[in-house]
C-alpha cells in the first residue's frame, strides 16, 4: 500500500483530538502528564528529546496509544552533531557544495545513531546586516551561493531516501524573510517588497524545495504587516501553491502564540486560527491548536479539511522516514569517528579566509619561537560557535595544542592577553607583550565569543569587543610580526586589525577541529582558499553593505575615497558617498586570498548575441602565477544594464573551485541560460528581458574580466 492511501486509512479512524495532537510539537521530556498525552494521542513530535527518553516516548505511542502513529524526534542539527564543523557562514565561505553536503551527511549519521529524525537546517536566510547575530547561521548576503548550498546540506541530511536510518529530515529556515530584520535587530519587523521577496529572500528557499526538502519553518518576525507564522501568501500561495511543497511546515518556538505580542491576533484562538488557515502544520512548543483547534472545528469556524490537510502533511513525513515500519530507527555511527573528525578538519580548512597576507605566512618551518596569544587561542567551547548543542569542548582540538604538537613546546608560548575575548581589562597585557619579545613570531587569536553570534545576540558594534584591539596595538608595537586569527559568527570591522597585522586570517567559529585546520594552514600544510559569503564593512555606519547593490542616479565616480576633513565636514561630491568615511567595504563579497597569485586571461564567451531561451558559455583561463600550489574560486557575475526596474551592479551567477600548482593554467567554463537572467518584474512575473549585459569571471564581487553580450527577442 502506497503512502498517500496508508494516510487515507489513518486519517479516516482518526478522531478530531488524535489529529489536533498530531500537530503538536513539545519542547524537552516532561513528566507523567507528558506520558499520559502519548498514550491519548496528544503529541505529535518532541524536540530535544533524545535517545533513551525518545525511545521510552517512542514505545508509549506506538504501543499504548490507540492507532500506534510513531513520534517524530527534532533538533537542531545546525553544523554537525557531536562532531561540529564551522559554522554555516564559514562554511559558505568554502564555495564548495560538496564539501557541505558531506558536512551535513555526517551530522546526519551522528544525530540519528541518537535518536533524532529531523533537524531544524539549513537556515538560508538571507543576511545583508552583520549586526544580526543570526548571520553566523546561514548562508550569508548572495541569493545564489545560498540556493546552491542550501540544497546541498538538504541533500546531505536527506540523502535520497529518508527512511535510510542514517538520514534525517531537514527543515529549510525561517521561513521568510527574517535576516532582513530592521537595525539587525533580532525578531524585529521586516519589509520586502514583493519583487525582491522573490529575487532575494524566496530563491535559497525555493532551491531547498526542489532538492527535496521535507519541512520548512516558518520565522518569527512581522513581514510586511503579516508574521510569517499566519502569512497565507509565503505560506499557501506561495511555498504551498506555486511551489507544490508537499511537506511540512512547523512554527517556530511559540511564533504562533507571538502573533498575539506582534497584534495580528486577540488570543491565542485567533492565533491557532490564524497560523493553521495560513498554512502551519505543526505548532512548535505552544499549545494553541491543542487548546483551540477542536472547539474552532466544532463552531465551524474552521473547515475540518485544513486540519486534514496538515495531518496528512505530517502522517506523510513520517511515512517518508519509515517510522511506522522502523519507529526505533537507529544506526551505529561512532560519535567522533576518525573520517567525521578528517571532514571537519577539512571544512574548517576551506572556510578561513585570508584577508590580509604581507608575506608573513605560511610560517616558515624554520620559524623560531611563536608566541600565542589570545583567550580564543585555547578555548574548545568558544571555537565550536553558536548552536552546537551537542557538540563538547573537551572534544575540541584547539589552535594552541594543534600548534604545540606542530612545532613542538618548546617553540611555543601561550599567553591569555585577557581573561576573555569580552575583558576590558589590561592586566594581562604585560605577560603577553613579554612572550612577544621573546619570539620570532606572533599568532593573535581574536574575535568573539560563541555567545555573541546566534539567536538574539545582535550587536550595534563590530568592533573586536573589550580590549582586544588595545592588546593587538600592544603586541604590533613590540615590532615582531603578528598575524592575527579572527574567529567570530560575523563580519567584523578589522580596518584597525589589519593597519596592525601581517596578516588576517578569518576562522569564524572552526568547530571541533578548528585547531589543527588554522595551525595546516597558518604553517603551509594547506592553502587558504576560503571567500566571503558577506561583504566586510569598514564601519557599522555604513550596513546594510552588500555587492548586488543598485546603482542609484548618482554611484560613487570610480574607486576614489571621500576626502575626509576636519570640522566643519564639506561636501565633497555630490554622489551617493558619505563625507566622513570610504564608502566602499573594506574587504568585498567573494574576496580572499591563497598563499600563491593567480591571473584570470582570455574571456571567451559562445556567442555575444543570444535568443530568449538559449544559452551561452563563458570561458577564461585561470593561470597559477605564484609559487604554491592554491585553489582559486572563479566566480561569474552578471549585470543587466537596462530593464524595466532597476537591476543590481553585479549578480553571482556561478562559481567554481580550481586547484593549480604553480605555473598551472586551467579553463573554466559557465553556462549561462537567459533564464538565469530573470528577475521579477513590476506586475510580479519572472521575466528576462532583451537587452544589453555585462558580465565578468573573476576573484570577486569587486574585479575580474569583463564581457558583454545582448539578449534579442
Ligand atoms: C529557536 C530558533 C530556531 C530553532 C528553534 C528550535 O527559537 O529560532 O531556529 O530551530 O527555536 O530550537
Not at 578538519?345 to 585570508?354: F, G, I, K
Not at 587561542?377 to 604545540?404: H, I, K, M, Y
Not at 589543527?516 to 566571503?532: F, Q, Y
Amino acid at each position: 500500500m502506497g503512502i498517500e492511501e496508508r494516510i487515507d486509512q489513518l486519517l479516516a479512524r482518526m478522531t478530531p483530538a488524535e489529529k489536533v495532537g498530531q500537530m503538536r510539537q513539545i519542547a524537552g521530556s516532561g513528566d507523567d502528564d507528558t506520558e499520559a498525552l502519548i498514550r491519548q494521542g496528544g503529541a505529535g513530535s518532541f524536540l530535544n528529546v533524545l535517545g533513551e527518553q525518545a525511545a521510552a516516548y517512542q514505545r508509549l505511542a506506538v504501543e499504548e496509544s490507540r492507532l500506534g502513529i510513531p513520534l517524530l524526534f527534532g533538533r537542531d542539527v545546525i553544523h554537525g552533531f557531536r562532531t561540529i564543523f564551522p559554522i554555516p557562514l564559514g562554511q559558505a565561505a568554502s564555495f564548495d557544495p560538496g564539501l557541505v553536503r558531506e558536512a551535513a551527511r555526517i551530522a546526519a549519521r551522528e544525530a540519528a545513531a541518537a535518536g533524532v529524525h529531523w533537524t531544524f537546517a539549513p537556515m538560508v536566510d538571507i543576511a545583508r546586516d552583520p549586526r544580526w547575530g543570526r548571520i553566523a547561521e546561514g548562508c550569508g548576503e548572495d541569493p545564489y551561493l545560498a540556493a546552491c548550498l542550501g540544497a546541498a546540506m538538504v541533500q546531505g541530511f536527506q540523502g535520497s531516501d529518508l527512511r535510510d536510518p542514517e538520514r534525517i529530515a531537514a527543515c529549510a529556515k525561517h521561513y521568510v524573510g527574517y535576516g532582513a530584520a530592521e537595525g539587525g535587530r533580532d525578531y524585529n519587523t521586516t519589509y520586502i517588497p514583493e519583487g525582491l521577496l522573490r529575487d532575494v529572500y524566496l530563491p535559497p528557499f525555493e532551491a531547498c524545495v526542489r532538492a527535496g526538502a521535507a519541512t520548512l519553518m516558518s520565522a518569527f518576525n512581522n513581514l510586511n504587516g503579516v508574521p510569517a507564522t499566519g502569512n497565507a501568501f509565503t505560506l499557501r500561495k506561495v511555498l504551498k501553491g506555486e511551489w507544490a511543497f508537499d511537506g511540512l511546515v512547523v512554527s517556530d518556538w511559540n511564533s504562533v502564540i507571538e502573533m498575539i505580542a506582534h497584534g495580528c491576533a486577540a488570543d491565542e484562538r485567533e492565533a491557532a486560527l490564524c497560523a493553521v488557515a495560513a498554512g502551519v502544520d505543526m505548532e512548535m512548543t505552544s499549545a494553541a491548536f491543542a487548546g483551540h483547534l477542536e472547539s474552532l472545528l466544532a463552531e465551524g469556524r474552521l473547515p475540518l479539511e485544513l486540519i486534514d490537510e496538515a495531518v496528512r502533511r505530517i502522517l506523510r513525513i513520517k511515512l517518508r522516514l519509515g517510522l511506522f515500519d522502523d519507529p526505533y530507527r537507529r544506526n551505529t555511527a561512532v560519535p567522533l569517528a576518525p573520517e567525521h573528525l578528517e571532514a571537519a578538519r577539512q571544512a574548517a580548512r576551506e572556510s578561513c579566509v585570508l584577508l590580509k597576507n604581507d608575506g608573513l605566512l605560511p610560517l616558515a618551518s624554520t620559524v623560531g619561537r611563536v608566541a600565542v596569544v589570545g583567550p580564543l587561542a585555547n578555548d574548545g567551547g568558544e571555537q565550536l560557535g553558536c548552536w552546537a548543542f551537542d557538540g563538547r569542548a573537551e572534544d575540541s582540538v584547539t589552535p594552541l595544542a594543534a600548534l604545540s604538537a606542530a612545532l613542538g613546546e618548546e617553540r611555543v608560548r601561550y599567553a591569555p592577553g585577557l581573561d576573555d575575548c569580552r575583558s576590558c581589562g589590561e592586566r594581562l597585557i604585560p605577560a603577553a607583550v613579554a612572550a612577544a619579545r621573546e619570539a620570532d613570531v606572533v599568532l593573535a587569536f581574536l574575535g568573539e565569543d560563541a555567545g555573541l553570534s546566534g539567536e538574539a545576540h545582535s550587536r550595534a558594534f563590530l568592533d573586536l569587543p573589550g580590549t582586544q584591539q588595545q592588546l593587538l596595538d600592544a603586541l604590533a608595537a613590540t615590532g615582531r610580526p603578528v598575524a592575527v586569527v579572527v574567529m567570530a559568527g560575523r563580519p567584523l570591522t578589522l580596518e584597525p586589525v589589519a593597519e596592525k597585522a601581517n596578516a588576517v586570517l578569518l576562522a569564524w567559529h572552526p568547530g571541533t577541529m578548528g585547531g589543527p585546520a588554522i595551525a595546516d594552514l597558518l604553517l603551509g600544510v594547506a592553502s587558504p582558499s576560503g571567500r566571503l559569503p558577506a561583504t566586510m564593512p569598514r564601519t557599522v555606519g555604513q550596513v546594510p553593505l552588500y555587492y548586488n547593490r543598485m546603482n542609484t542616479g548618482r554611484p560613487p565616480r570610480g574607486d576614489a575615497p571621500c576626502v575626509t576633513t576636519g570640522t566643519p565636514l564639506d561636501p565633497v561630491r555630490h554622489y551617493a558617498t558619505y563625507l566622513d568615511v570610504d564608502h566602499r567595504p573594506l574587504f568585498p563579497f567573494g574576496y580572499g586570498l591563497t598563499y600563491s597569485t593567480f591571473t584570470y586571461s582570455d574571456l571567451e564567451l559562445s556567442t555575444r548575441e543570444l535568443k530568449l531561451g538559449e544559452a551561452l558559455t563563458v570561458a577564461a583561463t585561470v593561470t597559477n602565477t605564484g609559487r604554491a600550489r592554491a585553489t582559486e574560486v572563479a566566480q561569474l557575475y552578471v549585470r543587466d544594464l537596462v530593464a524595466s526596474l532597476a537591476r543590481p551592479v553585479r549578480e553571482l551567477k556561478g562559481f567554481q573551485r580550481v586547484e593549480l600548482a604553480p605555473g598551472e593554467a586551467a579553463r573554466v567554463r559557465f553556462a549561462l541560460h537567459t533564464d538565469d537572467l530573470s528577475f521579477h518584474n513590476a506586475e510580479m512575473r519572472r521575466v528576462t528581458e532583451p537587452g544589453r549585459f555585462q558580465l565578468w569571471v573573476g576573484p570577486d564581487a569587486r574585479g575580474g574580466l569583463q564581457g558583454q553580450f545582448e539578449v534579442v527577442e
